[in-house]
């Protein structure tokens, strides 16, 4: 696996997984939404912490810097 995710995309995603933790936290989400978005937010926090989204992978996007 090649990183293939850059720096800006890893910290928006563990935002955006984080307001919905809070979200589910505080009761706001509930129900099937809140599984469907609490899973969302686990593949953002997995794929943020190894820097490597399949989904880039399958449609050719690579956020990651080059190194020289």
Known sequence: MKKNMGGADRIIRIIIAAVV????????IEGTL?????????????TSFVSFCPLYTIVGLNTCRVKK
């Open 34 to 46: 809140a599984y469907i978005l609490l899973a969302v937010a686990g593949v953002f926090l997995i």
């Open 21 to 28: 933790g809070v979200l589910y936290w505080q009761g706001i």
